[in-house]
């Protein structure tokens, strides 16, 4: 949810946001690794809600204001599915999708309703599976008690205009000198690597949704449509 954009730009102008917070490997180029323990590595530990933190004894967030940036559940799963089945393969993170059938939606409803009809046996598995990838936004939001977590929240809207807006009136607001580059869509990241096959004709979108998805993501996401004010319609 347009986090490795926000983190990149912040780091362009020396600032640590996200994953650049953490000491651990493997890390993003551009992230200063910062003082401290190694964290154990592979495991994305930004993706982690705060109200989880202090964790291993050090809290990266502490004394400081916090912002998220939240989306629309639907949009937000067909993201997922393209983002996970097109990562690159590596020894820790071999591949959860059978590549050549991202572009069906039968493949990406049978995908998705596997993933969010999973069941963690505990807690932990819950936000570990795929690095925090499915939580809800809520629980970022809002922890336990109705404890308020961020001072400021986010909305990535479908054409990203609103989100650049608000995103610059937070970081004037703050005098940080921080400006969010165009963002590309899906399609246009994927033909910029050199994958023609999901042009912006071809990439499915939440019109391919089944109503067995939907349901799934209406129940699995019922607070982000309820407490969050996204259209569960």
Known sequence: TAGTAVEQVAAENG???GSCLFKHSPKRKICPHPEGEEWPKNV???HI???FFPLLNSNPYSGAELFGIVRDPFDRLVSEFYYL???KVKE???S????NRIKFPAYMNEWL?????YKQG???LKYLMDNSHFTTHYEYVVGPHDVRMLDYVLVLDKNRSVFQRDFARLMKAFHLPIELRTMQSISSHHEQHGDKSNSSNTLLSTQHLTNQSTFWIRRKYVDDFEKLGFASG
């Open 44 to 46: 994305g530990w930004w």
């Open 92 to 94: 820790w993170r071999p």
């Open 96 to 99: 959860q999708c059978d590549r």
């Open 85 to 87: 089945c097109t990562l």
């Open 49 to 51: 809600p705060s109200q």
């Open 113 to 117: 309703s596997h993933k969010l009809q």
């Open 122 to 124: 505990n807690l932990a």
């Open 15 to 17: 600032i640590a946001w």
